[in-house]
C-alpha cells in the first residue's frame, strides 16, 4: 500500500457507517488529489450535449481540478474528447473556452495536431521523430441520447450495460433533440463532495428551500406516496414510463456505472417546475401532455438530470481546489424551441436558479462548520439514504470494501 492509501484506510476506518465523513475529506488537499485521481479522472463525467459542437471543429473545453479536455467534432463527424496537455512539455495546447478550429496549435513550441489528437508535425524534431508516436492522449467517450460524457481512464466504469437499460425510459423524452439554453456558474467555498451530497438528499429541502418545497413532493415522503398513482396514470397517458430503475450503490452492475431513473410527482397544480405552474417551454420528445411529474436521472455517479415535460436541468459539481467548487446547472429545451416564441428565459431559469442560490449558501455554512475542529460526523437521515450509497462507491473507488 503507498503511504496515501494507509492514510485513506486508516481515515475510512474512522468513519461510522451511516455517519457523515470525518473532517478530514474535506479539509485535504492530498485527499483532494486523491479525488481528482481516483473519483474524476476515473468516472464518467457529462460534459454537454452534441448540439454544442454540431460541425468539425467545433469544440469547447471542459475543464475540473488541475485537469482540462478539449471536446471537438473531428472531420468524420465523432466527437473526441483530448487531454489538454501538449505531449512535447506539457503546454494546454488550447486556451480558448470555446470555438472553432481546423487543427490545435500548442501555443508554445507549435507542435500541431490534427482535430483527431494526431500529430501532424513537430518543428526541427529531427528525423527519428515519428508524429505518430506523439498524438494527444485521448478521453473515452459515450454518447447517450446526444448527451455526451468522457472519461479519462482507459479503464472506465463499463457503464454500457447500465445505459442501455435507461434508454427506454428516457426515450419520450427526446435528449437527442435537446439543445443547451442557458449554463449558470455557482461558485461555492466549499470541498466538491459537500456539494454532491446536498444534492443528494431532500432533507434540507422544506427548511432551506422555500419556493421548490411550494412544488416539489420529494421533501415530504409520504405526501409524496399519496400523489403518485394519480401521477402515474396522467404519465401512462402521456407516453411516458414511470418505471423505476435504480441500479446505484450495491445494485450497480459494478462501481462508478450508477444509473438512476425515477419520476415523482409535483405538488396539484404544478405542471412543471416553474413559479406559477403553468408550462415553460414545448413539451419534450413525443410525450402528448403534462402528466405533473418531475423525473431524477443518474448518468454514473457525478452527473445528475432533473427532467420536467418541458425542459431538462442538469447539474455538475465540479472541483476547482480543495475548497472551491463551481456548482453547474445547465437548461435544456427542445432545439427547435424559440426564445421568445416558445420559452423565456428567465420564466425557465427562475426555480433552480433561485434554489441554487439556497444551495450555495447552505453548502458554503456546511464547509465553515466542518471546517471546525469541534466538528465530530453526525447519524445521517433515512432521507439521507443516497449519501450512503455515496460513500460506499467513495469506498469502493478507493479499493476499500463498502461500510
Ligand atoms: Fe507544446 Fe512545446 S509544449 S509545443
Ligand atoms: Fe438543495
Not at 422544506?206 to 404519465?235: D, I, V
Request: charged share 20%; glycine share 8%; proline share 7%.
Amino acid at each position: 500500500m503507498t503511504p496515501l492509501s494507509d492514510k485513506l484506510g486508516d481515515l475510512f476506518a474512522q468513519h461510522q457507517p451511516g455517519y457523515a465523513l470525518p473532517r478530514e475529506f474535506y479539509t485535504s488537499q492530498m485527499i483532494y488529489d486523491h479525488d481528482i485521481a481516483a473519483v474524476w479522472n476515473r468516472n464518467w463525467i457529462w460534459v454537454g450535449h452534441e448540439t454544442q459542437i454540431p460541425d468539425p471543429g467545433d469544440y469547447f473545453l471542459f475543464d475540473y481540478g488541475p485537469e482540462s479536455l478539449i471536446i471537438v467534432r473531428d472531420r468524420e463527424g465523432d466527437i473526441r474528447a483530448h487531454l489538454n496537455v501538449c505531449r512535447h512539455r506539457g503546454s494546454r495546447v488550447c486556451t480558448e473556452s470555446s470555438g472553432k478550429a481546423r487543427v490545435f496549435v500548442c501555443p508554445y513550441h507549435a507542435w500541431t495536431y490534427e482535430l483527431s489528437g494526431a500529430l501532424r508535425a513537430g518543428r526541427e524534431m529531427g528525423a527519428d521523430f515519428d508524429p505518430a508516436d506523439w498524438g494527444l492522449r485521448q478521453a473515452q467517450v459515450r454518447l447517450f441520447q446526444g448527451m455526451i460524457l468522457v472519461c479519462p481512464s482507459a479503464d472506465a466504469p463499463p457503464i454500457d450495460d447500465a445505459l442501455a437499460q435507461l434508454a427506454p425510459l428516457t426515450a419520450p423524452f427526446g435528449f437527442e433533440n435537446l439543445k443547451v439554453v442557458h449554463t449558470a456558474h455557482y461558485p461555492v467555498p466549499a470541498n466538491w463532495k459537500l456539494a454532491v451530497e446536498n444534492y443528494l438528499e431532500c432533507y434540507h429541502c422544506a427548511p432551506a428551500h422555500q419556493e421548490y418545497a411550494r412544488s416539489h413532493t420529494l421533501k415530504s415522503p409520504l405526501q409524496m406516496e399519496a400523489l403518485l398513482p394519480a401521477m402515474q396514470k396522467r404519465a401512462a397517458v402521456s407516453g411516458l414510463p414511470t418505471t423505476e430503475l435504480n441500479l446505484t450503490g450495491p445494485d450497480a452492475i459494478a462501481p462508478g456505472t450508477d444509473v438512476y431513473y425515477r419520476r415523482y410527482p409535483l405538488f396539484d397544480g404544478y405542471k412543471t417546475g416553474s413559479q406559477s405552474g403553468e408550462p415553460l417551454a414545448p413539451l419534450l420528445g413525443t410525450l402528448t401532455d403534462f402528466d405533473g411529474g418531475a423525473t431524477d436521472v443518474s448518468l454514473g455517479i457525478l452527473n445528475y438530470m432533473l427532467v420536467y415535460s418541458d425542459h431538462l436541468v442538469g447539474y455538475r459539481f465540479v472541483p476547482r481546489s480543495v475548497q472551491e467548487t463551481d456548482i453547474q446547472v445547465v437548461w435544456m429545451v427542445r432545439n427547435d424551441a424559440e426564445e421568445g416564441r416558445d420559452y423565456d428565459p428567465e420564466a425557465l431559469t427562475w426555480l433552480w436558479h433561485v434554489t441554487s442560490q439556497d444551495d450555495e449558501r447552505i453548502i458554503r455554512h456546511n464547509q465553515a462548520g466542518v471546517n471546525s475542529h469541534f466538528f465530530q460526523p453526525g447519524p445521517l437521515a433515512e432521507m439521507e439514504w443516497a449519501i450512503h450509497d455515496f460513500y460506499n462507491f467513495y469506498r469502493a473507488m478507493t479499493g476499500l470494501p463498502a461500510a
